[in-house]
């Protein structure tokens, strides 16, 4: 086994009640900025959808899909079934997935600062060769430089955020990574309801305007301090002492600083945080970062946020409308990932995940029986039953608001010893990025085939991951980040899988 005991001291003397300190407005500013790289996450998403429902867009670039939308199709399911269409929405994911993997060494040995001003600049780069591309393959150039942003922000902004914030409030300020996504997604489909207005070029100005968030991200992460754990962690000591005084507020902070030497330590002893991954002590956080956001992607959010315009157009709303119903399920998305934040400390991860989940199902499943029972080859829903439809589907989005959309990221993200931590999160926007794209690559065709069934087909799915929750998570509500190893040791089923420190001695 690489590395010394089987823990960090810091871990063992479980000095989480000598913490000190207070919320002070750098430690606010500094998330604030850092959860900005969130946005850019969030615009794509929502982007994305509005404008391959834009006519001008089709035209261009599938105009094979184009003339399939103006003629009335035996399947209002599959007007918009095309491959190449759903590899323009995926294709990014699929780059960031491979971008996150890169991203993760050089989040440890350069910074979590240096990880969030490369996904800046490359996102930057998207933007622009988005904005200005003559050609499928310049248009798809720029969708993999965007994936490559994202899995540098992906795997460095929820770190960071962690790494700042103060026990006590660990989850509404990693939140606001989920917060500032939201809040891309309610504003590019606010753009994308104003730019479809331009026939000719409205779908330019909509992915153009990616590089607004991209050029916040860029100057915060130059402007930002380094997380004290990062520099801990790279030998800086003294400044991470430093910088710890600033952001808690008070000078007294020798226990958490302990805490981080002693992880610092233990973590430059690992030469291979991969690797080390799999071995037993590791075994809760890694089956984590694999279920919390593959269960995220397979609440079936994605689908419904990529694709909304075209959801609502293949159920029979008209263009304006089927844009207006998806900056609405936006500003619901926004207003309810809000309550999460006031709530998450409170309440706890677990009840907000287990609700939220209970909430979804029931969502999912009405929506599929209206459908089934109402709509149907060459027919649209009438407007009371459109009505009910958006409720229903609002409902949902809220629900996954305040549950599963932050709590996805915030859990993996807080649940790592240092030595794994920037490992355990590439893992963990690795297998979302996979999971997004696989989604987002089958969503027309499942819609299509399964018609109203692919409601039932997430409802399973939530399901599923409710009773995960509640048989295999604990409770990391007010649990120091140095110390959540404490938590597989208490719980029912993981301290069969954890090894005591005796044992692990033994192996050295």
């Known amino acids: 086994m690489a590395g010394g005991s089987f823990a960090p001291a810091g871990v063992a003397k479980d000095r989480a009640g000598q913490y000190k300190g207070k919320v002070t407005p750098y430690v606010v500013i500094a998330c604030l900025v850092a959860a900005v790289g969130g946005s850019i996450f969030g615009y794509d998403i929502g982007i994305s959808g509005g404008v391959t429902s834009m006519d001008a867009f089709l035209k261009k670039f599938f105009h094979a899909v184009y ?3 103006q003629h009335v199709h035996e399947n209002n399911y599959c007007k918009y079934n095309n491959q190449g269409l759903a590899a323009f929405t995926s294709s990014l994911y699929l780059a960031g997935l491979v971008a996150s993997l890169v991203a993760s060494p050089i989040t440890r040995l350069y910074g979590r600062r ?39 922000g992906n795997q460095a902004v929820p770190l960071y955020l962690s790494e700042m914030a103060p026990t006590h409030l660990r989850g509404g300020l ?22 479809e207005k331009i026939p000719s070029w409205g779908w330019r100005l909509s992915l153009g305007l990616a590089a607004v968030p991209a050029l916040v991200m860029t100057i915060g992460g130059l402007l930002l301090p380094e997380t004290p754990n990062s520099l801990i962690e790279r030998g800086h000591t003294e400044q991470g002492r ?24 233990f973590a430059n002893a690992i030469k291979h945080p991969f690797r ?93 029986v209206i459908l089934g029972l109402k709509f149907g080859p060459n027919t649209e ?19 996954f608001g305040w549950s599963w959309g932050p709590l996805g990221w915030t859990v993996p993200s807080e649940i790592f010893p240092l030595e794994t931590r920037s490992a355990g999160q590439s893992i ?27 409601f039932l087909f997430f409802a399973g799915w939530i399901t599923v991951m409710t009773v995960f929750v509640y048989l295999f998570l604990p409770e990391t509500k007010g649990v120091p980040i140095e110390e959540m190893i404490l938590l597989w040791k208490k719980h029912w089923f993981w301290r069969r899988v954890v090894p005591r420190c005796e044992e692990t001695d033994l192996e050295q």
């Open 174 to 195: 990693n939140m606001m990574f989920q917060l500032a996504t939201t809040l891309g997604i309610f504003t590019a489909n606010m753009v994308n309801f104003g730019t």
């Open 242 to 265: 430093r910088v710890l005084v600033k952001i808690r507020g008070t000078e007294d902070v020798n226990a958490e600083y302990q805490d981080m030497v002693e992880a610092s330590e």
């Open 276 to 368: 080390n991954l799999l071995e037993r002590r590791n075994r809760p956080q890694l089956v984590m970062a694999i279920f919390m956001p593959t269960f995220q992607i397979l609440t079936g959010i994605n689908s419904i946020l990529f694709y909304a315009p075209v959801l609502f157009q293949s159920m029979g709303f008209g263009g304006h409308a089927a844009l207006y119903s998806s900056a609405l399920t936006g500003a619901v998305l926004s207003l309810s990932t809000v309550v999460s934040i006031v709530t998450v400390d409170r309440w706890g991860r677990r009840a907000l995940l287990i609700g939220g989940g209970i909430q979804m199902i029931t969502c999912q499943v009405i929506v599929a």
């Open 114 to 152: 240096a990880s969030i001003i490369c996904g800046g600049i490359s996102f930057l780069a998207g933007a622009a060769l988005n904005a200005f591309a003559v050609n499928l393959a310049m248009l798809l150039l720029g969708r993999i430089m965007l994936g490559v942003g994202i899995g540098f």
């Open 381 to 399: 829903l009438s407007k009371g039953y459109s009505v009910a439809v958006v409720t229903v589907i609002c409902l949902f989005v809220a629900a």
């Open 67 to 69: 003339l399939q939308k």
């Open 428 to 454: 963990t926007v690795a297998v979302n990025l996979f999971f997004t794209f696989v989604i987002a690559q089958a969503f027309l065709s499942l819609l299509c085939g399964l018609k109203f069934g692919i």
